[in-house]
């Protein structure tokens, strides 16, 4: 499971930051977070949401770069308390995350950057992310299907 908050740019008239955890198998964005506030609790609730679809075993092995979103005492300590491992690049290794650096690339060349709203924006993200690029955008790494018709393989 990979992790990444969006670098800081406007998506409507207030900057909004999202959040996202990916399954790094499948490409499948496991949780996400969208806020006007980039700190602890925007990573916390996206992490949460990919907790609850996944239900994880302990052991996960849980990567993201070295944010202060993700070292800080409430983000460590919920990985801890449900068995997670944290993993972290290195200082200034700005390779080790690149498929979460891929997929907001992605998220920014096909969805808008500026919305009207930040409710439209937050719609927008949802059927991007749930409707689009889970369920039907093809990825070359998964052999040009989506990351649902991949999971649904590999079961």
């Not at 070295?66 to 409430?74: A, F, I």
């Amino acid at each position: 499971m990979l992790s990444r908050t969006a670098s800081s740019h406007p998506l409507c008239s207030l900057k909004l930051y999202l959040a996202a955890v990916l399954d790094l198998y499948s490409r499948f964005v496991v949780g996400w977070a969208v806020s006007a506030v980039n700190d602890r609790r925007l990573t916390l609730q996206a992490l949460e949401m990919a907790v609850q679809r996944r239900r994880p075993e302990p052991g996960l092995l849980h990567h993201s770069d070295r944010g202060c979103t993700y070292t800080c005492e409430d983000y460590q300590r919920y990985l801890a308390a449900r068995g997670i491992t944290c993993s972290m690049s290195r200082r200034g290794d700005c390779y080790d995350n690149a498929v979460m650096e891929s997929f907001f690339a992605t998220v920014k060349k096909e969805e808008a950057e500026r919305f009207p709203t930040d409710r439209a924006a937050k719609n927008a993200l949802f059927d991007y992310i749930e409707v689009f690029y889970n369920q039907r955008r093809r990825h070359s790494t998964l052999g040009q299907i989506s990351p649902a018709a991949f999971e649904r393989r590999a079961a």
